[in-house]
Structures are given as structure tokens and as C-alpha cells.
Nanobody
């Protein structure tokens, strides 16, 4: 049974930093991609970043490019999202996702590409 468990969310002031971590268990994802998405109240879930597990190729949403960094640790089976220069508009529940095809023609930016999801962790950025 696949489990994804996020941690690291919290409350931070604008300009601050947070690091989210996603621990995966139950299977290996060496041939797949892992992603981070977020969902603000009243909005659809949106893509944030993704990384291919085997060769760490990354891709970011324009809204976070240059501020967020996604990384993975093969030995720990974790995927992290380092978030710097946070803005109030980054406030959302952040979700880890796994199982996206590394050959995706949409660069794993769509929610339907991921069969496995974590429960989410709240990130709140105050002005």
C-alpha cells in the first residue's frame, strides 16, 4: 500500500522560508515523477513543481520559479520542497503526489497524472 506523508507546513511571515518534506513508502518510484501541488480556499488544485525520480529533472510553475526548489533523496525515499521568499499568495494546502510518468507530454503538471496523493499540509504566509 502506497503512502505519502507530508510534513513541514506552518505559519510564516512574507519573505520567510519553509521546507516541506514528503515521505513515500509502499513501493519505489524510480521510473516515475513526484510532484507538489497546492490548493487555496475556493480555488482548484494547481501544479507547483515536479521532479523525475531517476535523474532529478525538475520543472516549476512560473509563479514559484526562482523561489522554490524541489529535490529528492533516494536513500530516504523523500521529496522536499524548499520555499523561499514566500508571499501571501502562496498560502494553500500543499500536496505531495507520486506516480507520474517521466515521459509525460504535459511535464506532469496535471493532477490526473498522479495516482497517489498525500493528505496535505497547510502553509500560511502572513503579510
Amino acid at each position: 500500500q502506497v503512502q505519502l506523508v507530508e510534513s513541514g507546513g506552518g505559519l510564516v511571515q512574507a519573505g520567510g522560508s519553509l521546507r516541506l518534506s514528503c515521505a513515500a513508502s509502499g513501493r519505489t518510484f524510480s521510473s516515475y515523477s513526484m510532484g507538489w501541488f497546492r490548493q487555496a480556499p475556493g480555488k482548484e488544485r494547481e501544479f507547483v513543481a515536479r521532479i523525475t525520480w531517476s535523474d532529478a529533472i525538475t520543472y516549476y510553475a512560473d509563479s514559484v520559479k526562482g523561489r522554490f526548489t524541489i529535490s529528492r533523496d533516494n536513500s530516504k525515499n523523500t521529496v522536499d520542497l524548499q520555499m523561499n521568499s514566500l508571499k501571501p499568495e502562496d498560502t494553500a494546502v500543499y500536496y505531495c503526489a507520486a506516480g507520474g510518468s517521466r515521459w509525460s507530454t504535459t511535464l506532469n503538471t496535471r493532477t490526473y497524472e498522479y495516482p497517489y496523493w498525500g493528505q496535505g499540509t497547510q502553509v500560511t504566509v502572513s503579510a
